[in-house]
C-alpha cells in the first residue's frame, strides 16, 4: 500500500511517502519557524516525486489530528482532506500523542507524550510499545490535565507495571522535569528535538496498520485542537446587502502585488507572513483565494481566504487596510468579496479568528452575519492575546455585492 503521510499538529513539520514496509521519500523541519503553510505543499509534492509515483497512485493519506497548535492542524486536516477527496482515496487521522509515543518508544518501551496546554496543563498520554509490531498500546489514554494529576496517574501505572524505563516525549519538557525526576527517578529519559521528534514514516505505518484494521476517517474528521475552545452563546448577526464606500478597485491578488501586500502585511502585523509565503499560497495552494484594494495603482488592503467546496466551509485567513485607508470601507469591501467568492464556490459556513481587543473589526464582523461561537486562550504568540473564534453561516441566496463582475467573482479564471 502506498501512504502518503504529514504532520503539522506541532513545531516540526514531517512529511512522508512509504510503501509496504519501505519509506521511499521523508522530510522533516525541527525548527521550521510556523513555515508550516509555506513549505508543505512543496514536500508533498517532493515526496510523491521522489517516491516515482504519480499523484494517483496514492493509496492512502494519513496526518495527524492532534492534539496540536491551531494553525498547524487546520493547515494539515485541511490539506489531507483535499488530497484524499481530490484523488478519491481513504485518509486516516491519528492522535498525535500516540504519533510521538511510536516515534520515541523503540521495540518494547514505555514512552509518554507531554504537550504543554500552559497554566501547567498538558495534553499527555501514556503508551507501552507491543511486543509483536511495536504499535503504541495506551496504558494512559489521551487526555487534557493539569500535569500534578497526569504524573501522579503515571507514576501509579509505572509501580504497578515494575517501574519500567519511561522515555517523556514533546516540544518543551523543561518546566516538567524537576519533577519527573523526582517521581521517576533515574527510569525516566527525556526526548526532544532533535533527539526525539514525530517522524511521517512512523504515521504512515500507524495509519497503514489502523486501515488494516478497517478504521479511516470521514473527510469531515475534526482535529484535537492544543488549546480548549470555551463557548458562549452569541447573537446572530444580521447579513446586510449593501453597496460599500471606498474610492478603491478590487481584483484578484496577483504576484506582481506581493511586495506592496507584504509591506503592507509587516505593517499590520508583528508576525507577518513572507512575500515566500504569499507567492507559494498564490502558485501552490488550491484552496487559496486572495483579494486586493488598489487606489491609485497602490494597493492599500488585501485579504485571503481558503475555501474547501466539497466540506462547503471557508476560513479567512488574513485581512489588513493601509493605516491611513481605514474607516473609509474598503475594510468591509475586502470581507465582502471574500464572503462572496466563499459562497459562489458552495461554501456556507465561514470561520475567522480576531483579538478579543479589536472591537473595530468584530462590529464589522457581526454586521456581515458572524457571531461569537468560542475564545481562545493566549492564541496570538506576540503578546498571548485572547482570539475569539467566529463564524457566520451564509444562505446560498445571500449576495455580498452587488454586480459580480471583477475578476476576482469570476469562477474558473
Known sequence: MRILALETSTEPLA????????????????????????????????????????????????????????????????AAKVVAWSL??????????????????????????????????????????DSRDGTPLPVLADRKASFSEFLD??????????????????????????????ALGSAAAFFEPPLGFPRAAV????AGRKFEKGQTDPLTVEPAYFLSVSCSAGQEGSIVVEREGGA??????????????????????????????????????PLARYVVA??????????????LSHLGEAHVTNIAVHPAYRRRGIGEGIVRRLLERA???????????????NLVAQKLYRKLGFRVVGVRPHYYEDDGEDAFLMEARIPAWTRFVEGGDEDFLRLGD
Do not use: C
Open 15 to 78: 512529511v512522508a511517502a512509504s510503501e509496504g514496509k519501505r519509506v521511499l521519500a521523508e522530510f522533516s523541519y525541527l525548527y521550521p519557524e510556523r513555515r508550516h503553510a509555506e513549505l508543505l505543499f512543496p514536500l508533498l509534492r517532493r515526496a510523491v516525486a521522489e517516491a516515482g509515483w504519480r499523484p494517483e497512485d496514492v493509496d492512502l493519506v494519513a496526518v495527524a489530528r492532534g492534539p496540536g497548535s491551531f494553525t498547524g492542524l487546520r493547515l494539515g486536516l485541511t
Open 88 to 129: 478519491g482515496k481513504p485518509l486516516v487521522a491519528v492522535s498525535t500523542l500516540e504519533l510521538w509515543a511510536a516515534s520515541v518508544a523503540g521495540a518494547s518501551g514505555w514512552a509518554a507524550p507531554v504537550l504543554d496546554a500552559r497554566n501547567d496543563n498538558v495534553y499527555a498520554a501514556l503508551y507501552r510499545a
Open 153 to 182: 496517574e503515571l507514576r501509579r501505572a509505572w509501580e504497578a507495571h515494575g517501574r519500567p524505563p519511561v522515555v517523556f516525549a514533546g516540544t518543551d519538557l523543561a518546566p516538567f522535569a524537576a519533577r519527573i525526576r523526582a
Open 203 to 206: 504515521l504512515a505505518a500507524l
Open 248 to 285: 478603491a478597485e478590487y481584483r484578484r491578488m496577483r504576484e506582481e502585488d506581493v511586495p506592496q501586500v507584504a509591506a503592507l502585511e509587516r505593517l499590520s502585523f508583528s508576525s507577518p507572513w513572507s512575500e515566500a509565503s504569499f507567492l507559494r499560497e498564490l502558485r501552490e495552494n
Open 294 to 307: 488598489v487606489v491609485d495603482g497602490q494597493v492599500v488592503g488585501y485579504g485571503g481566504i481558503w475555501v
Open 343 to 357: 459562497r459562489l464556490e458552495g461554501a456556507r459556513l465561514v470561520t475567522l479568528e480576531v483579538r478579543r481587543s
